[in-house]
């Protein structure tokens, strides 16, 4: 049964930092990984799609990478700002079905 | 374009007592989900649905159930409310899964409270 792991559960963070936000999976049959971002009473935004062949995708100051292999994802954030706070969630499509398996998610708050 | 639009926006219920959380998507998205979030929790699957007149078991399905009449809508219908189904409802769509159209794109959530 496919499991997907964040740590850490929370993390702060001067502003300006360079970051990196783990997630880990037990199950390298998947079709693509996701990581989506969560306001506070917000519904989710999707940030950066990977597909199960790709191993990295950025847009603007994040970048995510994939390694199938090891059961692992990270979110790279360069030079946070207060405007990052948020909880980032990782999720992934295993093979064969049409369902996602989320994350418990990492709680940023990144401090002025 | 509005996206995927849900409600109402909260909601209070009696144990026992039933009710439809709504959820429209104007993308003409053939795949709809359901989820619940409990508090510092992820995302569990209630049911999903691949098109107009198909609709399958999530993770945790017990105590809901769903119809998909058109594309554009897809509600939930929680019967026999129970203070376990106090939680956050969140609709999503997508095209139909594949390498670069999985994208799901979310609601803003139905916080639900049963007392």
């Known amino acids: 049964k496919q499991e997907v792991t964040q740590i850490p559960a929370a993390l702060s963070v001067p502003e300006g930092e360079n970051l990196v936000l783990n997630c880990s999976f037990t199950d390298s049959a998947i079709y693509n990984l996701q990581w989506f971002r969560q306001d506070p009473g917000k519904g989710l935004t999707s940030l950066l799609l990977?597909?199960?062949?790709?191993r990295e995708q950025t847009s603007g100051r994040l970048n995510a990478s994939l390694d199938k292999s090891s059961g692992r994802s990270t979110l790279y954030i360069a030079a946070s700002q207060p405007g990052d706070s948020a909880t980032y969630l990782c999720?992934?499509?295993?093979?064969?079905?049409?369902?996602?398996?989320f994350g418990t998610g990492t709680r940023l708050k990144v401090l002025a | 374009n509005a996206g995927v639009t849900q409600t109402p926006k909260f909601r209070i219920l009696k144990i026992g007592q039933s009710m439809t959380l709504q959820c429209t998507q104007d993308?003409?998205?053939?795949?709809m989900y359901w989820y619940r979030q409990d508090p510092g929790m992820g995302l569990k699957l209630i049911y999903y649905?691949?098109?107009?007149?198909?609709?399958d078991k999530g993770e945790v399905p017990n105590g809901y159930n769903v119809s998909r009449s058109t594309t554009e809508d897809f509600p939930l219908r929680l019967e026999l409310a129970a203070p376990s189904q106090t939680s956050v409802y969140f609709c999503?769509?997508?095209?139909?899964?594949?390498?670069?159209?999985?994208?799901?794109?979310f609601g803003p959530g139905t916080r639900l409270t049963v007392l």
């Open positions: 990977i597909q199960s062949s790709q």
């Open positions: 999720a992934v499509r295993p093979m064969g079905t049409y369902k996602y398996i």
């Open positions: 649905s691949v098109g107009a007149g198909i609709t």
């Open positions: 999503a769509s997508s095209e139909v899964p594949g390498q670069s159209t999985d994208t799901q794109y």
């Open positions: 993308m003409n998205h053939n795949y």
